[in-house]
């Protein structure tokens, strides 16, 4: 890098895949990356680890049952010790902080990361339900605070990558995807798939909620709802293409029919350090392509019938307002029920429908109003499920 100041970096979800993926670029740039804030859920043992590791200047476990457990663990250390749900949203907003990671899972990641832009902090975002809920609001506040909302999802990271240097209109975004651990599988089949055989990704290693979004195609319908709002296009401008190898990130297609593209090796550090980083690229150790050892790419239209998640995500672009906010919180519910046992696989889409069409829509929510809209979302959600149990 140019610029040779150390950037200090929160990490909220030090604990998740992600997290913990970005402590090994920190680790791989010492002198360039500090990790200056930690946050975990409920994982106390290994943010105490990372804690004791990469000594920030503090730690947040939001579980607040958790927090004797740490401070008593962590009071030898120099590490100041918070615990709860609003102290997410008041370490991000630290003066020392030079950009906020967000990877919290879920819904809990929109709250730190608005304080996060009211403070004027670059966002690397890789908690898409963030824009899935309150892309309106987001994008604008970005816009207000002057500031930069940075990709780490490896499909637009490399859609932004894909448009750095470029002026041109864009004609299409081509958003690919595994298509998870049941891409050939029918529908008879899927109706009897079970939490261990969707937790087994072919190509990614990621946390189990979004393994099983990726399993059911809801993660792919949030990155077009993430993909909408980052990027100012419109949702029958963002083609899914299932390209199972993982190896073309995604791609751009412009106006004269040039299409331009992002491949790697399935690895989610290139991403994060690239908006660690950026505008610079770093030197990384990496795994690189082996052109002689690649097989045979190819790209499949996405089965609409069998993956019904992803066409609630643009059926969601199109009913704006709460609508993406609602197919969110049902689809969180839906999700833990599954892993749980206490719903099937097809189910989770009927779930998400079901309750869709009983939430009320609203056309121009505020903070507050997507606020409610989640709690009420997860209630009635939770009562379908249980009536189908």
Same mark, same amino acid.
């Not at 610029?3 to 998740?16: P, Q, Y």
């Not at 809920?133 to 490896?154: F, K, M, N």
């Not at 696989?345 to 809209?373: G, N, S, W």
């Given at each position: 890098?140019? !610029? ?7 990490? %909220? ?9 970005? %402590? ?22 290994? %943010? ?11 730690? =947040? ?40 990671? #967000? ?9 730190? #990361? ?79 798939? #079970? ?7 072919? !190509? ?37 293409? =299932? ?107 009927? =779930? ?33 499920? !249980?009536?189908?149990?």
């Amino acid at each position: 890098m140019t !610029n040779t100041k150390m950037k200090r970096v929160c990490i %909220l979800g030090s604990t998740g895949s992600i997290g913990t993926q970005t %402590l090994q670029v920190i680790s791989e740039h010492p002198d360039l990356f500090e990790a200056y804030v930690l946050t975990a859920n409920s994982r106390a043992d290994l %943010l105490i680890q990372q804690a004791k590791e990469y000594k920030p200047q503090c730690v =947040v476990i939001a579980d607040e049952s958790k927090y004797e457990y740490v401070r008593d663990a962590l009071a030898d250390d120099p590490v100041q010790v918070y615990t709860g749900a609003e102290a997410l949203c008041q370490v991000v907003q630290m003066e020392p902080v030079d950009i906020v990671l #967000t990877a919290l899972v879920g819904f809990s990641g929109l709250r730190p #990361t608005i304080s996060a832009i009211r403070a004027g902090k670059p966002i690397a975002l890789a908690n898409k339900e963030t824009l899935v809920v309150a892309g309106e609001l987001i994008t604008g506040l970005c816009l207000e605070h002057r500031v930069p909302l940075l990709p780490v999802d490896s499909e637009h990271s490399a859609i932004f990558q894909s448009l750095m240097g470029e002026v041109s209109a864009v004609e299409k975004i081509i958003l690919t995807a595994s298509g998870g651990p049941f891409r050939t599988f029918t529908l008879d089949q899927l109706r009897d798939v #079970t939490p261990a055989q969707a937790l087994k990704h072919p !190509n990614w290693d990621m946390g189990a909620k979004i393994t099983i979004d990726s399993a059911s195609m809801m993660n792919k319908g949030f990155e077009v709802i993430e993909a909408r709002w980052l990027f100012d296009v419109a949702p029958d401008k963002i083609q899914v293409v =299932v390209h199972p190898q993982s190896i073309l990130h995604s791609a751009v297609q412009f106006e004269d029919g040039a299409v331009k593209g992002q491949l790697g090796m399935p690895d989610m550090r290139v991403p994060i350090q690239l908006a660690l980083s950026y505008p610079q690229r770093l030197k990384s150790s990496f795994p690189r392509i082996d052109w002689w050892d690649l097989k045979d790419l190819t790209f499949e239209k996405p089965d609409a019938e069998k993956f019904r998640c992803l066409q609630m995500a643009y059926e969601a672009i199109r009913m704006g307002g709460n609508a993406a906010c609602i197919v969110n919180a049902a689809n969180e519910v839906a999700n833990l029920a599954f892993r749980q046992e206490r719903c099937k696989f097809l189910q989770m889409a009927d =779930v998400i429908e079901q309750t869709l069409q009983r939430i009320p829509h609203q056309e121009k929510p505020t903070l507050q109003d997507y606020l409610d809209c989640d709690s009420e979302t997860r209630i009635i959600a939770n009562e379908i499920i !249980n009536t189908k149990s």
